[in-house]
């Protein structure tokens, strides 16, 4: 069985801070991936990262970067001086090479970022 | 398309009719997916396809739900005799399909059909 659990349901920050989400999951398959997903106010969720659990180097895209680690199974997301179009709903998703194809979602955190 | 594209955007229905929701994939998008979002929740898998067979239908939540797609490319969400339960936001997504080992490919989602159930 795979799971996904997004312990923070909201965060609420102040502009320019840092903030990070977190991201545990759980599989019995050696070969899986990982997503993040952003869903802003207008609803249609925005691609943000893909990685595979045999490659934990972390990266790093601007503001934006993920921390992934096996010996934890998380893959933590930390925005970097965050902005007011960071506020959003963001989902972590896995999907592993074994049983079902389609990806499972964490329930989703809320991040507020006020200016 | 260019995107995903669903049909309709929003959907107001009362208790025990049947509704439709359409999903229009990406062309050359072979693998076609159904979520539901319920409000303030996360996503909760329905039915998948490959080309225009489902092998995983195991989070349709009951037998009134069902799905289908021809053509390999346009899919339908068909729920029959509607419960409030129902209410939610139906979203598609498609994605190319490889049995390569390497990698998970990326879903891309439309913008979603909202549902309501009065």
């Known amino acids: 069985a795979q799971k996904v659990t997004q312990a923070q349901t909201e965060i609420s920050v102040v502009e320019k801070e840092d903030v990070t989400l977190d991201c545990v999951y759980e599989t019995r398959d050696t070969t899986y991936y990982l997503f993040w997903y952003k869903q802003p106010p207008s609803g249609e969720l925005v691609f943000l990262i893909r990685?595979?659990?045999?490659?934990?180097q972390n990266e790093i895209s601007g503001r934006y970067s993920w921390n992934f680690q096996k010996s934890t199974s998380s893959f933590n997301f930390t925005i970097t001086a965050s902005q007011v179009v960071d506020s959003a709903v963001y989902f972590c998703a896995l999907r592993s090479d074994t049983g079902r194809r389609a990806l499972t979602f964490g329930s989703g955190t809320r991040l507020q970022v006020q200016p | 398309g260019a995107g995903v594209s669903q049909s309709p955007s929003n959907k107001v229905t009362e208790k025990g009719k049947d509704v439709e929701l359409r999903c229009d994939p990406i062309?050359?998008?072979?693998?076609l997916y159904w979520y539901r979002q319920s409000l303030g929740q996360g996503l909760e898998f329905l039915i998948y396809f490959q080309g225009n067979s489902a092998p995983d239908k195991s989070g349709l939540p009951s037998d009134r739900f069902s799905a289908e797609r021809t053509g390999g490319s346009v899919s339908t969400l068909t729920i029959q005799r509607t419960q409030q339960e129902d209410s939610a936001v139906y979203l598609c997504a498609s994605s190319i399909w490889t049995v390569n080992p390497s990698g998970a490919n990326v879903l891309t989602f439309g913008a979603g059909s909202r549902l309501t159930v009065l």
């Open positions: 062309s050359g998008h072979t693998a």
């Open positions: 990685r595979n659990s045999f490659d934990e």
